[in-house]
């Protein structure tokens, strides 16, 4: 029998059951359900509960049943929580009501049931609930993945990555570790949000549908709005907004966001993800290095990690930041000065080097590329990359007492990647205007497709910007970082997937 036929007769199989039940007059969706503990309640409180002088050790709890196992005139079953799991005890001499003895003979893996009965250890010391009454809260219809367990240990669970992530789901039932990374998630960002907030910034919201997307160098996605008859963009950044509100008044703002960028997927980059950026006026990138250790350190302190494994790397928070220079690092990778070499000849070193290079790429796009591929995956320790070319940085200030064109600009790499980039905001909007327009003539036919001078921004700018520092650090990132995962689908509860 093929696996699509199979899954059929498991459905008919359970349908059946539904149509049984319902004759007999079982409600198979209540509308609620009043528990008295959770999982881990009755685990964390058993020594209470399960003292023979106690005038009352029972308990009501609610969950899917993730296994169940047939005795016979008696039936052991697991169900799950958001907090554990824990054992059934289901005898027929113990369930007063004929409705509910029904319930118990049409029992399936999946099905949510609410119990309520005396919390006892099993003869195998197991701690367990013997149900007194039992209802069911919602009938599984389509059968779970191959749920099996051994002392303890999961196997045949649900394991593909790619079924994992379209189906979230079934990932969470199966997998039920996984909640930690999405908990810790959580704590994750508020964290990074409290220590803004005690930092006297901010939290504003700006918009996601744009007239013209700007901050970056990204395609955007499209849409339309009927009733204004206009094409409008998602978002591609939230700086060029959060300036205007600097420019207007405020001195720290910040943003936690999603942003959308039409472009690849790889294991650290998704077309929809969370950015946090802030703001501050009368700042510098200084500033801004020093506040952005601070808060990866304060959120590492926060959540207990001293020390943890990235992408195959033992990553130390302790120590102190390291910090180099764009410029030194790629001269040593490439052992000349680049800032010296014709486009041709970099385009040799990348085929020496064996990067493969888009057609037509700028000479800017180029020196990145080379250093995304030769210096970049040896930033392990946390490092920041001060002295950017101004080339390829068109909204940060020149450096100050600098001899060449470089600007005041970081890019902060841990175990290989990127995780926030920060500048010494340029100010003066004709400085501004012609350094937009000068990279915009440089660039090649596809890069001309995206770059945009938004022109409502350059007003704003005139009416006087102060100088400020700037950050966006992806939030996304941190949180593989934190919880030591190696690709960004397992940090987005629902990755974008091709179809």
Do not use: W
């Not at 049943?65 to 824990?86: A, P, W, Y």
């Amino acid at each position: 029998m093929s696996e699509n036929n199979s899954l059929k007769e498991m459905i008919k199989f359970r349908m059946d059951k539904i149509k049984t039940l319902k004759e007999h007059g079982v409600e198979l969706y209540p509308h609620k359900y009043k528990y008295s503990h959770k999982t881990i309640e009755i685990h964390n409180n058993q020594d209470t509960l399960l003292l023979e002088q106690a005038e009352d050790n029972s308990v009501s709890i609610a969950g899917r049943i993730i296994s169940l196992r047939d005795m016979g005139k008696s039936t052991f079953l697991h169900i799950q929580d958001d907090s554990g799991k824990i054992q059934i005890y289901l005898n027929n001499n113990n369930i007063n009501s004929e409705l509910e003895k029904i319930v118990c003979n049409n029992l399936d893996l999946g099905d949510i049931v609410g119990c309520s009965g005396e919390v006892f250890l099993t003869k195998t010391k197991e701690l367990s609930v013997r149900a007194k009454n039992i209802m069911l809260l919602a009938k599984n219809i389509r059968p779970l993945p191959n749920l099996k367990e051994k002392d303890g240990e999961a196997f045949n669970a649900f394991t593909d990555k790619e079924s994992r992530y379209r189906y979230r789901h079934l990932d969470l039932i199966a997998n039920p570790s996984r909640k930690d990374i999405f908990k810790k998630r959580n704590d994750i960002i508020n964290h990074l949000r409290g220590y803004l907030n005690s930092n006297d910034y901010l939290e504003v919201e700006t918009p996601v549908l744009q007239p013209l997307y700007g901050g970056a160098t990204a395609r955007p996605f499209k849409t339309f709005h009927n009733s204004l008859n206009r094409e409008l963009f998602l978002r591609i950044a939230d700086e060029l907004y959060l300036k205007r509100l600097v420019i207007g008044g405020y001195e720290k703002v910040f943003e936690i966001a999603k942003d959308f960028r039409n472009e690849g997927v790889d294991k650290s980059h998704n077309p929809e993800f969370t950015m946090c950026e802030f703001y501050q006026a009368y700042s510098d990138v200084y500033d801004m290095m020093n506040m952005t250790e601070s808060l990866i350190k304060y959120i590492a302190e926060k959540i207990d990690i001293n020390k943890i494994t990235f992408n195959s790397h033992l990553i130390n928070f302790n120590n102190e930041f390291k910090k180099v220079s764009f410029i030194d690092e790629l001269n040593n990778a490439l052992g000349d000065d680049f800032l010296s070499l014709s486009k041709d000849e970099l385009v040799k070193i990348s085929d020496k080097n064996n990067i493969s290079l888009d057609d037509n790429l700028s000479y800017g796009k180029i020196i990145d590329k080379l250093f995304g591929e030769l210096v970049e995956p040896k930033l392990i320790d946390p490092t920041f990359v001060l002295d950017y070319p101004k080339l390829i940085s068109p909204l940060a200030k020149q450096k100050r007492d600098s001899s060449i064109e470089v600007v005041e600009r970081f890019e902060l790499f841990i175990g290989g990647m990127e995780f926030a980039n920060s500048f010494s905001e340029l100010n003066d909007p004709v400085e501004q205007r012609n350094r937009l327009e000068e990279i915009i003539d440089s660039s090649s036919k596809i890069d001309k497709e995206i770059q945009v001078i938004d022109e409502d921004f350059i007003a704003a700018m005139e009416a006087g910007m102060p100088p400020m520092g700037g950050v966006g650090i992806g939030v996304d990132r941190l949180v593989m970082l934190f919880t030591g995962q190696e690709s960004i689908r397992d940090v987005i509860l629902f990755p974008v997937l091709r179809s």
